[in-house]
């Protein structure tokens, strides 16, 4: 028999990058009395690894709950980037209903666009949150239009159209039902109400077979790996006996034991021994589970159906360093090492592939885009790991016979007197302009269609160009017949002659050549790229050279030598930088470019061949 469980509500807080779903949740977290009042709690509770923090913004889906009055609500907090899209797709089939934060000045945003359809795909309700009211330049009024026309553009139900508008600033934890009362409001009363009143309870038979739906897979090197998910129907025992099956996996199906169950509490996680319809569950004790897997009872395994994640669009190789320097400043420098790494991350990303190559020092790993590898390799730096990374290639796809690559919507807004030179960029990298409207604050937005690879190396060159003031958003448009060759880098690069410690002197007379990525002190090695070259072509320069010492002196020649500024290359700016035959050199302390080839004289056989 089916019944609803009034006492629980089961919620997903998405939105736009940087519009204040993470803060959302801190107030939410506050207001309903998880902390105690002498509690010292940082802001942005919710993004707990270091990256999340420095970045600001949320990478990996987290659960936590809080309650109001008698119920429980279960929220989720989802990623904004569209890079960590498959973590948003899994996360509202765990859900009854969403959140949608927009920002009162900015609106509806290109991944505003995305995460709601996929909320609205899945009848889900949403209640929409207008955020940053308190913004000297909010405009309340007329981002609640464009949501609407965002909601008729999405074919959204009669039922979604009439969704509750809430007006907030979460900063100050507040809440209204009108614009104009949001920061007199004392508290976020109001959206507590609208979630209880407007997302519906969850329901389920609890007399029927077990069946939980596995959407998230943390992991933890006590336990392993932990499947979290919302129990559809039944109820779920510790010490219970249970088989795991898959929807898309005919041939699955394990028999496992429950041996420790989890529900969550504020931000705990608390062992329980028994949980039922609704309740989103932790289930340790099972070793071989993953992402759209079903657990059910033994005598009636039926898979509940999931969505397949969407492929990846982008890949890198990963290989083990082999420089001169390597094994200097990591712990962990083996392939053994590298693969039991990335197998490792397969764990808890499901958007991610990881293939090996023709040689055993090398793994083909493939992503969502640039920012889903950069934080795994950002990631891995960290943890202590050395490993060198290609160029990124996009993943080509043949379709009815015809080579097929992945497409991206890009989104700008830039300044009027930019508009020209993005045209003319995003032109020549085979862009295709399919909109172009003024937007807010004298700027103008601009939407092509353009092929991933023409992005690849495109987001510094952009800052660049519209010196500092354009914002580029991106999001993944499916997949259309080869647009032809994108001509690669436009300069060349700067290669260091010789292994040494590089001096005053040398760098003097090779910055007249281009920009350099180094200073006086680093130590360099031959075939180390150390620099932009101002021309097409690579060039050797020799920055460990020394002034010859001479008896004769002459006036102003020992006049102080005055180095430009040199250009700091980080993460992102490397991969977008290199070159085909370049790779990044990623160690815990440094970052290097480098050629492939080192040995000068094997590379210019290689290149004239």
Known sequence: MITKRDDVRNIAIIAHVDHGKTTLVDELLKQSGTFRSNQVV???????????????????????????????????????????????????????????????????????????????????????????????????????DEILELFMELDATEQQLDAPFVFASAKAGKAAMKPEDAMQAEDMKC???????????????????????????????????IGIGKVENGTVKVNQDACVVNYHDSEKNEKVKITRLYEFEGLEKIEVKESTVGAIVAISGISNIHIGDTVCSVDNPVPIEVNKISEPTISMTFCVNDSPFAGQEGKFVTSRHLRDRLQRELNTDVSLRVEDTDSP?????????????????????????????????????????????????????????????????????????????????????????????GLIGYRNEFLTDTKGNGILNQSFNGYEPYKGDIASRSQGSLVAFETGEAVTYGLFNAQERGELFIGAGFKVYSGMVVGRNSRTNDMEVNVCKKKQLTNTRASGSDDALKLTPYTEMSLEKSIEFIAEDELVEVTPENLRIRKKILDPVLRKKANRN
């Open 361 to 453: 020092d090398a793994f083909k790993v493939s992503g969502r885009g640039e920012l889903h590898l950069s934080i795994l390799i950002e990631t891995m730096r960290r943890e202590g790991y050395e490993f060198q990374v290609s160029r990124p290639e996009v993943l080509y796809k043949e379709i009815d016979g015809k080579k097929c690559e992945p497409m991206e919507l890009a989104i700008i807004d830039v300044p009027e007197e930019f508009v020209g030179n993005v045209i003319e960029k995003l032109g020549k990298r085979k862009g295709e302009m399919i909109n172009m409207a003024p937007s807010k604050g004298g700027y103008t937005r601009l939407e092509f269609n353009i092929p991933a690879r």
């Open 191 to 225: 959206l507590f109400d609208t979630i209880i009143d407007y997302i519906p309870a969850p329901e389920g038979d609890e007399e029927a077979s077990l069946q939980i739906l596995i959407t998230t897979i943390d992991y933890n090197d006590y336990v392993g790996r």
């Open 42 to 144: 940082r802001e942005r509770i919710m993004d707990s690894g270091d990256i999340e923090r420095e970045r600001g913004i949320t990478i990996l889906s987290k659960n936590t709950s809080v309650y109001y009055g008698d119920t429980k609500i279960n929220i989720v907090d989802t990623p904004g980037h569209a890079d960590f899209g498959g973590e948003v797709e899994r996360i509202l089939k765990m859900v009854d209903g969403v959140i949608l934060v927009v920002d009162a000045y900015e609106g509806p945003m290109p991944q505003t666009k995305f995460v709601l359809k996929n909320a609205l795909d899945l009848k889900l309700p949403v209640v929409v949150c207008v955020n940053k009211i308190d913004r000297p330049e909010a405009r309340p009024n007329e981002v609640v």
